[in-house]
């Protein structure tokens, strides 16, 4: 009975060898994906999860939309707070907008910026930073402020625009709403809906 159990495990050993062997190719494609897979999330989404846990997810064509109807009749200067790809600041500047776009992933500003130049956008119009934002200190020369980040940074985030915003500001949230303001406008549902927030009506910190 125990010679019989030691053939039939020695053919299993030998069976799961063989076929290991037998599909060198399968493995190594395996493994390459795997490494290929980890290499494009560390590229482009872990850079954002240096300090917070905020990865790359571009704005879609209909929250882009919506975003631009709440910064209807605004002007002056605008800052995408994690920039991506660049396509908000780039809208908004076709809109008159003088914007910079703060990002922490370099690979996505060299993006960005190579798409400014081509579509004929100057850096005086859209200017692409790679910051942490969280180390930029005075955003008060916004009066239009973008943000699409993560719904657990929402409240510390709102800490510090009340410090740094002046009282013309609008700032526009996407998809995370901030959990204490009052909110001024909607538009859009689901994953499109973005906010906007008049910094008039946000209760400041007293200094
Ligand atoms: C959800 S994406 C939004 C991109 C863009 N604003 C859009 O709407 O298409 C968030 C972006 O914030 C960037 N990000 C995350 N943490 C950041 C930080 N601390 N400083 C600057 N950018 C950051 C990420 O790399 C990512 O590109």
């Given at each position: 009975?125990?010679?019989?159990?030691?053939?039939?495990?020695?053919?299993?050993?030998?069976?799961?060898?063989?076929?290991?062997?037998?599909?060198?190719?399968?493995?190594?494609?395996?493994?390459?994906?795997?490494?290929?897979?980890?290499?494009?999330?560390?590229?482009?989404?872990?850079?954002?999860?240096?300090?917070?846990?905020?990865?790359?997810?571009?704005s879609?064509?209909?929250?882009t939309?919506?975003i631009m109807?709440?910064l209807?009749?605004r002007a002056g200067r605008l800052v995408d707070?994690?920039s991506g790809d660049g396509r908000l600041v780039l809208t908004a500047s076709s809109l008159g907008f003088q914007c910079t776009g703060?990002?922490?992933?370099?690979?996505?500003?060299?993006?960005a910026r190579?798409k400014a130049r081509l579509m004929g956008i100057p850096t005086t119009r859209a200017r692409f930073v790679?910051?942490?934002?969280?180390?930029?200190?005075?955003?008060?020369?916004y009066?239009n402020?973008t943000?699409?980040?993560?719904?657990?940074?929402?409240?510390?985030?709102?800490?510090?625009?009340?410090?740094?915003?002046?009282?013309?500001?609008?700032?526009?949230?996407?998809?995370?709403?901030?959990?204490?303001?009052?909110?001024?406008?909607?538009?859009?549902?689901?994953?499109?809906?973005?906010?906007?927030?008049?910094?008039?009506?946000?209760?400041?910190?007293?200094?």
């Open positions: 009975m125990e010679d019989s159990v030691e053939v039939i495990l020695q053919d299993k050993r030998s069976w799961v060898s063989h076929r290991s062997q037998d599909r060198p190719v399968i493995t190594a494609a395996s493994g390459a994906l795997l490494m290929g897979c980890y290499g494009l999330w560390s590229v482009f989404a872990l850079p954002g999860f240096r300090r917070v846990p905020v990865p790359y997810l571009p879609s064509g209909v929250q939309q919506n109807r709440l209807r009749g707070l994690g703060y990002e922490i992933n370099s690979i996505l500003v060299s993006y190579v790679n910051e942490d934002l969280w180390k930029v200190t005075n955003l008060s020369g009066n402020v943000v699409f980040l993560a719904p657990g940074v929402m409240e510390v985030l709102a800490k510090k625009l009340e410090k740094e915003l002046g009282d013309d500001t609008r700032v526009i949230a996407c998809r995370y709403p901030f959990p204490d303001w009052p909110v001024a406008e909607t538009e859009g549902r689901g994953l499109d809906q973005a906010w906007a927030y008049d910094m008039t009506s946000v209760c400041k910190p007293s200094t």
